[in-house]
């Protein structure tokens, strides 16, 4: 079998001594879209800092490519998009600039770009379909342009991993099918996600996996869950292919 790319067993976090996650396990392979649903507050933003080690686990551990995390040093592995993060705001750099930020874990400080560099930041430009907007100031572009300004340094860094915390959320429907479609083109070279969702629109169909959080646990893993309303439909016939424990609702706002 080959290593698990995350591996998470029996973790649990919690904030000033109070619970967030109990007794989590998660296992993501190679060449995975898994997406974490759950509820407003449930611990989805909180599991997946925690796989990344930037919330400190009370207990349980966390494997990354087969390392326990506290050994883990091939960050430029990994690409991690945070929730809300105004890329632009009152940062005068651009486009290019932003993603190009992103080959630095990869190529080091002190080392000048090099043909590789500006070839992955031109790549990663075109794959969220903004190479037409790279001289221009960050601050200058929509929200979602923004947001996928942010996935495009992730994929600057040529990662195997990318992990998103919400990567659509309050984005317009165009840097959607953009994002969607930088995504299948990542997975197509064999990258593996690890993503935040509330609504997964065009996103849906690139979903291997759902892991929905409920209450600090893992209350469903497997089969992408229909959204919520589906069950309203009039012709939803009531066959409920992932069992009695189908948490309809639960991941809608
Ligand atoms: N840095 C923090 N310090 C204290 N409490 C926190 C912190 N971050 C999150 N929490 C709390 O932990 C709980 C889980 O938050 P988390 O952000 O993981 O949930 P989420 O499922 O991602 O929610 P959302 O969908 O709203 O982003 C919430 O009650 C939240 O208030």
């Known amino acids: 079998m080959t290593t698990p790319v995350i591996q998470v067993g029996h973790a649990s976090v919690g904030y000033d001594g109070r619970p967030v996650l109990r007794d989590v396990s998660l296992t993501v392979t190679a060449g995975e879209v898994v997406a974490v649903l759950g509820a407003n507050g449930s611990g989805k933003s909180t599991l997946i800092r925690a796989?990344?080690?930037?919330?400190p686990l009370g207990t349980g551990s966390?494997?990354?490519?087969?390392?326990?995390q506290r050994r883990f040093r091939q960050w430029h592995r990994i690409g991690y998009v945070p929730q809300r993060l105004g890329a632009g705001s009152g940062v005068p750099?651009?486009?290019?600039?932003?993603?190009?930020?992103?080959r630095l874990a990869r190529r080091?400080?002190?080392?000048?770009?090099g043909r590789a560099d500006r070839?992955?930041?031109?790549?990663?430009?075109?794959?969220?379909g903004l190479a037409d907007r790279a001289r221009d100031p960050v601050a200058t572009l929509s929200g979602g342009q923004q947001q996928r300004t942010l996935i495009a340094r992730a994929l600057a860094g040529e990662p195997e991993l990318l992990v998103l915390d919400e990567p659509t959320a309050g984005v317009d429907a165009a840097?959607?099918?953009?994002?969607?479609?930088?995504?299948?083109?990542?997975?197509?070279?064999g990258g593996t996600v690890l993503l935040v969702a509330h609504e997964l629109g065009p996103?849906?169909?690139?979903?291997?996996?759902?892991?929905?959080?409920?209450?600090?646990?893992?209350?469903?893993?497997?089969?992408?869950?229909?959204?919520?309303?589906?069950?309203a439909e009039p012709d939803h016939d009531h066959v409920h292919p992932h069992g009695p424990e189908e948490p309809a609702g639960l991941w809608s706002s």
């Open 175 to 189: 840097s959607q099918e953009a994002f969607a479609g930088a995504l299948h083109d990542f997975v197509g070279t």
């Open 203 to 231: 996103l849906r169909p690139l979903i291997s996996r759902a892991v929905v959080v409920h209450q600090g646990g893992v209350c469903h893993d497997g089969a992408v869950p229909e959204p919520a309303g589906h069950h």
């Open 51 to 55: 796989v990344l080690g930037l919330v």
């Open 93 to 102: 750099a651009t486009v290019r600039e932003v993603v190009a930020s992103g």
């Open 62 to 68: 966390v494997e990354l490519f087969g390392v326990p």
């Open 119 to 128: 070839a992955a930041v031109e790549a990663a430009l075109r794959a969220v």
């Open 108 to 113: 080091g400080v002190l080392r000048p770009p």
